[in-house]
Nanobody, 115 residues
Framework: QVQLVESGGGLVQPGGSLKLSCAASGNIFSIIHMGWHRQAPGKQRELVATITRGGDTNYADSVKGRFTISRDNAKNTVYLQMNSLKPEDTAVYYC?????????WGQGTQVTVSS
């Protein structure tokens, strides 16, 4: 069993920055990759960024160059540094951990970009 706990969401003005954290606990040793997804009201959940245990990263085109995903394997924690935030980035951000045969999700953290 894997538990994922997100933190760091909040209200920020356009152009501002936030850093999200996702702490994984439980049986984390067989996780292939972790990542962040987001879901705006009335919209489907979409992938934001992923990272493997080795540090290989992948980003959605909409956030490339503005967001950075990173990880600290010793702390079993994944981060999402979000810079130059736009109102369209407003969503609930969910942490994801993928194993070979299972997928795990956190509870989500709200990010609101508004003046």
């Amino acid at each position: 069993q894997v538990q994922l706990v997100e933190s760091g969401g909040g209200l920020v003005q356009p152009g501002g920055s936030l850093k999200l954290s996702c702490a994984a606990s439980g049986n984390i040793f067989s996780i292939i990759h972790m990542g962040w997804h987001r879901q705006a009201p009335g919209k489907q959940r979409e992938l934001v960024a992923t990272i493997t245990r080795g540090g290989d990263t992948n980003y959605a085109d909409s956030v490339k160059g503005r967001f950075t995903i990173s990880r600290d394997n010793a702390k079993n924690t994944v981060y999402l540094q979000m810079n130059s935030l736009k109102p369209e980035d407003t969503a609930v951000y969910y942490c994801n951990a993928q194993k070979v045969l299972s997928n795990h999700w956190g509870q989500g953290t709200q990010v609101t970009v508004s003046s």
